[in-house]
């Protein structure tokens, strides 16, 4: 069964500093694995999905990387702002898992002004 | 193009009542699956339908929770005889098949 672990749970920052989310996963066969931003009381805002043949994928200030075999994700953020501010979720589809995404609980970011 | 559609975004219901959620997805997009929210939890994975089809419902309990998505017209869950322990958010997504999926902004429902 495919478990995913997003640790700290939550982090408080000043704006301005670069940030490394950590996310992991037991089952090493899988499909992809997206990161996700959710705003309180929003639904989820795709950031970065990386397949399972890649490395890494980069969106603006963000850099995903994906290290399969070791189960191991992480999301940098540079320059960190109060708009990054939400909880980041990591999810992945495992082969053979129809599809579905099994979700870590998250991690809450604070970026302070 | 419109996003994933979700309707109503918050429904109150009393204990013994049904609630029904409703879920529009992205146009193109045939793959539906709903998640629960449940407070201080991470979404939890619920069912995964294409049109007229169930393909995976690991996720439903087993009792009073049905969900369907027919040729025509939204996604719906349905939840019979609420009981407060179904108090949570309940998000759609929808995608294309093995890629991204697009998350709706949810319904929150509250079973008092």
């Known amino acids: 069964k495919q478990e995913v672990t997003q640790i700290p749970a939550a982090l408080s920052v000043p704006e301005g500093e670069n940030l490394v989310l950590n996310c992991s996963f037991t089952?090493?066969?899988?499909?992809?694995l997206q990161w996700f931003r959710q705003d309180p009381g929003k639904g989820l805002t795709s950031l970065l999905l990386?397949?399972?043949?890649?490395r890494e994928q980069t969106s603006g200030r963000l850099n995903a990387s994906l290290d399969k075999s070791s189960g191991r994700s992480t999301l940098y953020i540079a320059a960190s702002q109060p708009g990054d501010s939400a909880t980041y979720l990591c999810?992945?589809?495992?082969?053979?898992?129809?599809?579905?995404?099994?979700f870590g609980k998250g991690m809450k970011l604070t970026v302070n002004p | 193009n419109a996003g994933v559609m979700q309707n109503p975004r918050h429904l109150v219901r009393r204990r013994g009542q049904e609630a029904r959620l409703r879920c529009s997805p992205m146009?193109?997009?045939?793959?539906v699956y709903w998640y629960r929210q449940l407070p201080e939890e991470g979404l939890k994975f619920m069912v995964y339908l294409q049109k007229e089809n169930i393909i995976d419902e690991s996720g439903m309990p087993k009792e009073r929770f049905s969900a369907e998505f027919p040729k025509e017209g939204p996604s719906i869950l349905r939840i019979q005889q609420v009981v407060r322990g179904d108090s949570a958010a309940y998000f759609c997504a929808s995608s294309r098949g093995s890629e991204t999926q697009y998350f709706g902004p949810g319904t929150r429902l509250l079973v008092l």
């Open positions: 990386i397949q399972s043949s890649q």
């Open positions: 089952d090493s066969a899988i499909y992809n």
């Open positions: 999810a992945v589809q495992t082969q053979g898992g129809s599809e579905k995404l099994v």
């Open positions: 146009k193109g997009h045939s793959h």
